[in-house]
Structure formats: C-alpha cells, structure tokens
C-alpha cells in the first residue's frame, strides 16, 4: 500500500507541468477549435457553404499558387545562403562575430518594417529606379499588376533578406555543436573541403536542418506583411486572403476556411520533412 507522501511524489511532474499544459490549451487549443467551428457553422447549424464561396473565389486559387511558388523559391534559396555563411563563419574569418551581428540584424525588423524598406526601393520612385535612371538605364515598374513575375521578385526578395538570419541562427548554433575531432578525422584521411561538408558536416546537421526547415516553411507560408506592404491585394497570399474576408469583407467563416487551408499545408509539409529527413534506422532498431 502507498503512502500519502509517495502518491504525491508520484503527481509531482504532473502537477509541474498542468500550468504549461494549461497554457499551450488556452493558447493554442481553443483558438484551433473556434476556427474549426466557425468555417462549418452557419446561420440554420452546421454548413460548407463557407468552403464552397473559398472555393469558387479565383483569388484563392492564385493564393494557393503563389504562396507554394514563394516556398519553392524562398526556401532553397535561403537554406544555401545560411549554409554558406555558416562556413564562412566556422573558417574564423576576421572580425567573424561582427559579420554575424550584421548577417542576424534584418532579424530584429518586424514584417511590416521590412516591407516598408523594400518598398523604398522597388517603388517607381524608389532607390532601384533613381540608381537606374542615374546611369541611364530605362526604369521599370516593379510592383505593377500587370507584372506578376517582379511583384514575385520583390516579395522574396524582401523575405530572403528578412528571414535567412533564422535560419542561419540555427545552422550555426548546429554546427557548434559538431565535433571539431570529425572534421581533422576526415582531414587526415585526405577529405576535400566538399568532401567533409557532404559527409561530415551535413549528416551531423540533419537535426538542426531539421528543425530549421519546418519552422522556416511554416512562416514562408504565414507570409503577409511583407507582401501586403510592397503589392497590397496586387500579389495574393493565403493569409491575406484570411485577413481580407475577416476584416474588410466581414465574414469570419470564410477566413476560417482559409485559416484552416494553411494549417493543412503546414502539417502537410512537416510531416514530408519529418518523414524525409529522419535519421535512417539502425540494424538493432530494424531487428
């Protein structure tokens, strides 16, 4: 028979964790089930008539095109820029730290700012056409309508130089943690620069890439700010489109539908991650 004091010992973790469990639910829980309610509920109970105005909204379809268009561009491209600048760093350049602090600044500007920055500059009269028009170059509108592939341009150009610091943050932080032993192993056994990187560095990275790539796709596909400050509705993105029928179009059903677009694509991908670049199982776990 148990005593009092080993039954409560017993219900200590459980009772240490109950505020935080407490938190993620009131946080995270409830707000996932008032969208879950509000995209099926309508006036007469439950309806799907939220989802079928979603669907029969053509901008919706560019949202979807376009945000997967900026993942596909933004991610890659990203991914090597930290990459490289990791290298860059683990080789000890001079003045490697401050390198570092200026690469992670763009970190500290929130969304809206950064697009406003860059809309500074692809704007008619922004910088980029005053330094074309300076050297006798023809200006261009880069935010016109009428030129979807600049309005893409723009955008993950903002948000490569927005975000590529959080990804690097993580890279680096990963690649501190690599033995430096492996690495002179590898040198010693007469491994080229490529060599080490593509077996060495990046297998002891997956964790950390891991990670990288699921949060950093996750927000690819929360962009907003950026693109709502440099082409308004001109380039729509799936959250846009939550923010516009929530707030100027006044129904919260259809923005939950889209809301809940998001969430799907972004369990969609992570679990691809998950899958993709999980650590390959060894002969004692096949077994």
């Known amino acids: 028979m148990s005593t009092p004091s080993a039954t409560a010992h017993r219900r200590l ?4 964790i109950l505020p935080s469990l407490v938190f993620m639910v009131l ?7 008032t969208g879950l309610t509000e995209a099926f509920r309508g006036p007469d109970g ?41 290298l860059l760093l683990q080789a000890k350049l001079r003045f490697g730290g401050v390198h570092f602090y200026v690469w992670a600044v763009p970190l500290a500007v929130s969304d809206l700012a950064a697009g406003l920055v860059w809309l500074s500059i692809f704007a008619d009269q922004g910088y980029l056409n005053s330094a074309l028009s300076a050297i006798g ?17 723009a955008v993950v150009v903002a948000e490569i130089w927005r975000s590529t610091a959080l990804v ?6 990963g690649m501190q943690m690599i033995p430096r032993e492996y690495d002179e192993a590898a040198q010693v056994f007469g491994g080229g620069a490529w060599q080490r990187f593509r077996h060495v560095t990046l297998p002891l990275l997956r964790p950390s890439l891991q990670v990288a790539l699921i949060l ?3 927000l690819a596909v929360q962009t907003f700010a950026v693109a709502q400050a440099l082409t308004g509705r001109n380039f729509p993105l799936l959250v846009g489109e939550t923010y516009e029928w929530f707030v100027t179009l006044q129904n919260p059903g259809v923005a939950s539908a889209v809301a809940l ?5 972004s369990l969609a991908v992570s679990a691809i991650y998950l899958r993709a670049l999980r650590e390959p199982a060894t002969d004692k776990e096949l077994r």
């Open 13 to 16: 973790p459980y009772l240490l």
């Open 27 to 33: 946080l995270l829980g409830w707000p996932m089930i």
């Open 46 to 86: 439950p309806t799907l008539a939220h989802w079928q105005r979603m669907l029969g909204e053509p901008r919706f379809y560019d949202a979807v095109k376009n945000t997967l268009l900026l993942i596909a561009i933004v991610i890659p491209v990203q991914f090597a820029l930290a990459l490289g600048m990791g």
């Open 137 to 153: 170059l023809p200006v261009f509108s880069w935010l016109s309508y009428q030129s979807p592939a600049t309005m893409l341009m």
């Open 168 to 173: 690097l943050i993580i890279v680096v932080a």
């Open 216 to 218: 950093r796709t996750i």
């Open 261 to 265: 677009v998001v969430l799907g694509i």
